[in-house]
Every structure is written in structure tokens, then in C-alpha cells.
């Protein structure tokens, strides 16, 4: 999903899934990108429901962005990239702007990998992308998107 920030994209994002498993607020609120798949998707070596990664699991051997979905069956790749693994608490943390002197604590978080039982997601992964509110955001996300479509 992507959009401009504070458009709901989150909000549309649970009702599809049927329950409340990405933050929403009255101010944007998605920070990293979000990939959400089926709990029965999850590697067993995945400790929790929520991973946290930094922006360089998705690059190739050449340092180019490749979101190569994978990436995450690699179990030597995740130990080298993975920040943290835990409860849907984790994307509080690390997926959320905050709004006071504290928004650069999410430690380098880029992506989080999210593990749900919705029917949807037997179907397809859900992708929601930060929201962007000027021309130079929105080509940046562009480009993820793009890059996303055609892995």
C-alpha cells in the first residue's frame, strides 16, 4: 500500500486483514516498511511474530536493492541483518513515528517482517509503505515499489 501520509493506508491495511496488527494514529504513523505474511510462512529459527531489519539484508551482492522475499529463508543472512525479533510491541517501537525529541530511536530499523493468521495472506503478503508528503519522498518510495512489483 502506498499513499500520502495520514491517509489511512494502515487503517484499510487491518480491516483487510480483520483485526489490528499495524499502528494507526491521527498523525502518520508508519515509519519503516511493513511486510506482512502468514503465520505458517515463518521460518522456525523466527523468534516471535515481528522481525526488524536494517536496510542492507535487502541488498545484493552488488549493493543493489533487491527485495528478494528469499532473502528471508536465509538463515545466515537474518542473523547478520535481523535487529530483533518479539510481539507485535516491536512495531511500537521501531515502526512508529514519534512525535517529541525520541524519532531517531528506532536503531537503524528499515523493514519489518510481520507474521499473521488472516485468510487474506494465505493469498498474498501485505506490503505498507511509509507515507510521503513531498516529491523527493515519493520518488524515493517509488523506487521501492518498483523494485518490489518486479522480485
Known amino acids: 500500500m502506498t499513499g500520502a501520509f495520514d491517509s489511512g493506508k494502515s487503517y484499510l491495511a487491518n480491516t483487510l486483514l480483520g483485526q489490528k496488527v499495524l499502528p494507526t494514529g491521527y498523525q502518520p504513523a508508519t515509519r519503516v516498511i511493513t511486510i ?19 536496510e542492507k539484508f535487502w541488498q545484493d551482492e552488488n549493493g543493489k536493492l533487491n527485495f528478494d522475499f528469499l532473502y528471508l529463508e536465509d538463515p545466515e543472512r537474518c542473523q547478520k541483518h535481523f535487529l530483533q525479533f518479539g510481539s507485535f510491541d516491536l512495531l511500537e517501537k521501531y515502526g512508529v513515528h514519534q512525535y517529541d525529541d525520541s524519532d531517531d530511536s528506532n536503531d537503524g530499523g528499515h523493514t519489518a517482517i510481520v507474521y499473521v493468521d488472516a485468510p487474506l495472506l ?30
Open 122 to 151: 494465505r493469498a498474498c503478503n501485505l506490503i505498507d509503505l511509509p507515507g510521503y508528503s513531498d516529491i523527493a519522498i515519493l520518488n524515493h518510495y517509488h523506487e521501492y515499489g518498483t523494485i518490489i512489483c518486479n522480485t
Open 36 to 54: 506482512v505474511c502468514h503465520v505458517e510462512s515463518r521460518p522456525e529459527w523466527f523468534d516471535g511474530n515481528v522481525g526488524i531489519i536494517d
